[in-house]
């Protein structure tokens, strides 16, 4: 018996060490909370009851700790003493204090606090690094704290911008730190190199508990070089600020690895989030992922596309209203975002009025003049448009030449330019393909008003450069998970179909309307010189205006008096 009670003892040890080694829970009202070295502790603490953090048994071998907080949104506040004061303690959402460990020293306190009223669920965790490790924001000389491992984040509806202070070589227990801004040799921190990784939460997934568990990944070097991106790699001579494209309601989480190159080691800076929106707003928080006006627009502009798709080019009027929507919309968007800073709402209201003048124009265009080329030519620029988006998007975004402006626009109006003139010796096909492939992509755009998917920042991206001076500099990157995928086989089957649809019909038949104000001319021609023709006798339009008017006129005028109405007799 004494032998079973053994094995069943020891088999209950062996479960609990594999249900949980790396994470724990907590309780705000203990008051202590006991952490181990690389084990994630959840908890939720509460503003009146501060929470004092242990670490005990620090090996030897450890040189210096870095202990990290994370929460979604609300801010805590860790510190090295009950007193917070600027340069021993940080607040925020992601937070991290380095502790540099004196001789024979085994036991490490931080005191954690929630900034708001309300209870904050959180999770931390300690890590331990040697002597030969470097030490992150070890030559921080921006920051408040004289050691800070924490990255800066900062948001707005153009790009994201991350901030970071140097990290300085490691050194022993016990011993004076290298100097940070003596010389610049392999001997000093100026050998150091830092590679910037992006690592995307799953996409329309805003829950706590998932962000929380992603963070765990992009905690340590080994874990975050196997699931992150490395977006780029910068030398001590670069400047420690990053750009990406800002992703709204879509999390994302941004991380640094310090690498000594001539010790082969590295460490990690505290993981920081966003998911560039706020989850405290009266309007338009991260909840609402887009405006009312938003999905309005767009409805309404994925229905005429999606008519476009099928009939365009049976309906040729309606898909030059649709193109000259599109040209004039864009270009009329940002004429006056750049000019007049005037509500999102009355903006977007303003570019569906100047869309439609536009679309209007075009029509009447053709009406009059009949200029074929003229017309093929803004379809094909503004499936060129597209296709260069798309280039851009898929491939040649983050290449280091199109940075510049001058590079980046004059490509893109290339490849714009070269899609009409490779399809002049087939104006059918290429209006078809327009109408099929910029149809169906309208209601991608439909789609993202409701539910986030990145294929909407194939044109997002172009329209953020044209809008912002700034964005040249920032990395756009996009996540492509499954709901990219499903909607970019909804855009594939919705474009085959209808090119397929309108080539198969439109076999046999002229390849182009003819010319509208010609056959208009002939038929008022025809009508005066045919005296049989009932409408010979209709009366000019001009007549009939007056007439009309005429009628109208007397409608409103009261019935004057006749008089007496017999003869007087004499």
Same mark, same amino acid.
């Given at each position: 018996?004494?032998?079973?009670?053994?094995?069943?003892?020891?088999?209950?040890?062996?479960?609990?060490?594999?249900? /949980?080694?790396?994470?724990?829970?907590?309780?705000?009202?203990? /008051?202590?909370?006991?952490?181990?070295?690389?084990?994630?502790?959840?908890?939720?603490?509460?503003?009146?009851?501060?929470?004092?953090?242990?670490?005990?048994?620090?090996?030897?071998?450890?040189?210096?700790?870095?202990?990290?907080?994370?929460?979604?949104?609300?801010?805590?506040?860790? $510190?090295?003493?009950?007193?917070? #004061?600027?340069?021993?303690?940080?607040?925020?959402?992601?937070?991290?204090?380095?502790?540099?460990?004196?001789?024979?020293?085994?036991?490490?306190?931080?005191?954690?606090?929630?900034?708001?009223?309300?209870?904050?669920? $959180?999770?931390?965790?300690?890590?331990?690094?040697?002597?030969?490790?470097?030490?992150?924001?070890?030559?921080?000389?921006?920051?408040?704290?004289?050691?800070?491992?924490?990255?800066?984040?900062?948001?707005? =509806?153009?790009?994201?911008?991350?901030? =970071?202070?140097?990290?300085?070589?490691?050194?022993?227990?016990?011993?004076?730190?290298?100097?940070?801004?003596? /010389?610049?040799?392999?001997? $000093?921190?100026?050998?150091?190199?830092?590679?910037?990784?992006?690592?995307?939460?799953?996409?329309?997934?805003?829950?706590?508990?998932?962000?929380?568990?992603?963070?765990?990944?992009?905690?340590?070097?080994?874990?975050?070089?196997?699931?992150?991106?490395?977006?780029?790699?910068?030398?001590?001579?670069?400047?420690?600020?990053?750009?990406?494209?800002?992703?709204?309601?879509?999390?994302?989480?941004?991380?640094?690895?310090?690498?000594?190159?001539?010790?082969?080691?590295?460490?990690?800076?505290?993981?920081?989030?966003?998911?560039?929106?706020?989850?405290?707003?009266?309007?338009?928080?991260?909840?609402?992922?887009?405006?009312? $006006?938003?999905?309005?627009?767009?409805?309404?502009?994925?229905?005429?596309?999606?008519?476009?798709?099928?009939? /365009?080019?049976?309906?040729?009027?309606?898909?030059?209203?649709?193109?000259?929507?599109? =040209?004039?919309?864009?270009?009329?968007?940002?004429?006056?975002?750049?000019?007049?800073?005037?509500?999102?709402?009355?903006?977007?209201?303003?570019?569906?009025?100047?869309?439609?003048?536009?679309?209007?124009?075009?029509?009447?265009?053709?009406?009059?003049?009949?200029?074929?080329? #003229?017309?093929?030519?803004?379809?094909?620029?503004?499936?060129?448009?597209?296709?260069?988006?798309?280039?851009?998007?898929? #491939?040649?975004?983050?290449?280091?030449? =199109?940075?510049?402006?001058?590079?980046?626009?004059?490509?893109?109006?290339?490849?714009?330019?070269?899609?009409?003139?490779?399809?002049?010796?087939?104006?059918?096909?290429?209006?078809?393909?327009?109408?099929?492939?910029?149809?169906?992509?309208?209601?991608?755009?439909?789609?993202?008003?409701?539910?986030?998917?990145?294929?909407?920042?194939?044109?997002?991206?172009?329209?953020?450069?044209?809008?912002?001076?700034?964005?040249?500099?920032?990395?756009?990157?996009?996540?492509?998970?499954?709901?990219?995928?499903?909607?970019?086989?909804?855009?594939?089957?919705?474009?085959?179909?209808?090119?397929?649809?309108?080539?198969?019909?439109?076999?046999?038949?002229?390849?182009?309307?003819?010319?509208?104000?010609?056959?208009?001319?002939?038929?008022?021609?025809?009508?005066?010189?045919?005296?049989?023709?009932?409408?010979?006798?209709?009366?000019?339009?001009?007549?009939?205006?007056?007439?009309?008017?005429?009628?109208?006129?007397?409608?409103?005028?009261?019935?004057?008096?006749?008089?007496?109405?017999?003869?007087?007799?004499?």
């Amino acid at each position: 018996m004494e032998l079973l009670r053994l094995l069943v003892l020891a088999v209950l040890a062996l479960e609990q060490g594999v249900a /949980g080694p790396t994470e724990t829970v907590g309780n705000s009202s203990e /008051g202590l909370l006991e952490f181990s070295l690389g084990k994630f502790r959840y908890f939720k603490l509460n503003k009146p009851f501060p929470e004092e953090a242990v670490l005990r048994d620090i090996s030897s071998n450890a040189t210096f700790l870095i202990f990290q907080i994370h929460s979604q949104y609300q801010n805590t506040t860790v $510190s090295f003493s009950k007193t917070l #004061l600027p340069s021993t303690s940080g607040t925020g959402t992601d937070k991290g204090l380095v502790f540099i460990l004196r001789p024979e020293q085994s036991m490490c306190t931080w005191y954690l606090e929630a900034a708001d009223a309300e209870p904050v669920q $959180s999770m931390a965790v300690p890590l331990s690094y040697s002597e030969r490790d470097p030490v992150p924001g070890g030559c921080n000389l921006e920051f408040d704290l004289d050691i800070d491992p924490n990255i800066y984040l900062e948001y707005n =509806f153009f790009e994201i911008s991350i901030k =970071f202070a140097p990290a300085n070589l490691g050194y022993a227990r016990g011993t004076d730190p290298p100097p940070c801004d003596v /010389g610049m040799g392999q001997d $000093s921190r100026w050998r150091l190199r830092y590679d910037v990784y992006q690592y995307f939460l799953p996409e329309n997934d805003l829950t706590e508990q998932v962000l929380l568990k992603h963070l765990q990944r992009m905690v340590e070097v080994p874990q975050v070089k196997a699931n992150a991106i490395k977006v780029v790699t910068l030398t001590a001579n670069d400047k420690t600020s990053i750009y990406f494209s800002s992703l709204r309601v879509q999390g994302v989480i941004y991380n640094v690895i310090v690498w000594d190159p001539l010790l082969n080691t590295s460490a990690a800076y505290v993981p920081v989030h966003t998911y560039a929106c706020s989850f405290k707003a009266m309007e338009g928080d991260c909840s609402s992922l887009g405006r009312v $006006s938003t999905k309005v627009f767009f409805t309404v502009f994925a229905l005429l596309g999606l008519f476009i798709c099928f009939f /365009g080019h049976r309906f040729w009027k309606t898909e030059l209203f649709f193109i000259g929507f599109i =040209f004039m919309g864009f270009f009329f968007y940002i004429l006056i975002t750049r000019l007049i800073p005037i509500k999102y709402d009355v903006r977007l209201i303003l570019t569906a009025i100047a869309g439609s003048v536009g679309g209007i124009f075009l029509v009447a265009t053709w009406w009059r003049f009949g200029i074929l080329m #003229l017309c093929m030519l803004c379809v094909g620029l503004v499936l060129g448009f597209l296709i260069s988006s798309v280039i851009f998007f898929a #491939l040649l975004g983050n290449v280091k030449i =199109f940075r510049d402006d001058v590079v980046f626009w004059m490509t893109f109006s290339c490849i714009a330019i070269i899609i009409p003139l490779v399809f002049m010796g087939c104006l059918r096909i290429l209006n078809i393909l327009t109408c099929g492939i910029i149809g169906s992509y309208s209601v991608v755009l439909a789609v993202d008003s409701y539910l986030y998917t990145s294929l909407s920042y194939i044109t997002l991206n172009v329209l953020k450069r044209a809008l912002n001076t700034d964005f040249h500099r920032a990395f756009t990157n996009v996540p492509f998970q499954t709901t990219d995928f499903i909607i970019l086989a909804v855009w594939g089957m919705l474009a085959v179909s209808g090119i397929t649809l309108q080539i198969r019909r439109e076999r046999g038949q002229p390849f182009f309307p003819p010319h509208p104000y010609k056959l208009w001319k002939r038929e008022r021609e025809r009508r005066v010189t045919n005296i049989l023709d009932p409408s010979y006798h209709i009366p000019p339009l001009r007549e009939r205006l007056y007439g009309r008017l005429a009628q109208i006129k007397e409608f409103f005028q009261e019935e004057q008096s006749a008089g007496e109405r017999t003869p007087l007799l004499l």
